[in-house]
């Protein structure tokens, strides 16, 4: 969160923005802080804690965004690192959403169209998962 909440340069939010998928964030305060510091870069402001922290409305919104930018280390390649962590959180995403085809999979009959369904839904995920990241549709 500190990597977001210290950008100080537009094109780094323009790109992590354009390539982030809200649906990868399985926690709910972060994806409130998100979508402030989204709020704030879609009208060209430099996202500014007091007003994310009083957008969320959340107590822990403010003591993760507190924690968050006055933590004294520094982030060397930001630009690698906002890639790494969106490729994380898109393998977690998929890794979970594969998980629970396989497990839907034992449930299902032989042969059946969801059988067939489920199977190519874990086969576009896996390729999915081996692609490099892209741009969202729409962005």
């Not at 998928?21 to 402001?45: C, F, R, S, T, Y």
Request: proline share 6%; hydrophobic share 35%.
């Amino acid at each position: 969160m500190k990597l977001v909440l210290s950008e100080e340069e537009e094109e780094p939010l323009d790109w992590l923005f354009d390539h982030l998928d809200l649906v990868w964030i399985e926690h709910p305060v972060v994806e409130k802080v998100l979508m402030g510091v989204l709020d704030a870069h879609a009208n060209h402001q430099k996202p500014q804690a007091p007003a994310i922290i009083r957008q969320c409305n959340h107590p822990e919104a403010a003591s993760f965004i507190t924690e968050a930018i006055t933590e004294a280390r520094s982030i060397p390649s930001r630009e690698r690192q906002y890639e790494e962590l969106l490729r994380r959180l898109r393998d977690r995403f998929i890794d979970k959403e594969m998980l629970r085809q396989r497990s839907r999979l034992q449930s299902l009959d032989d042969n059946s169209k969801e059988q067939h369904e489920a199977l190519t839904q874990i086969m576009s995920l896996r390729q999915a998962r081996s692609q490099p990241l892209s741009p969202l549709a729409g962005t």
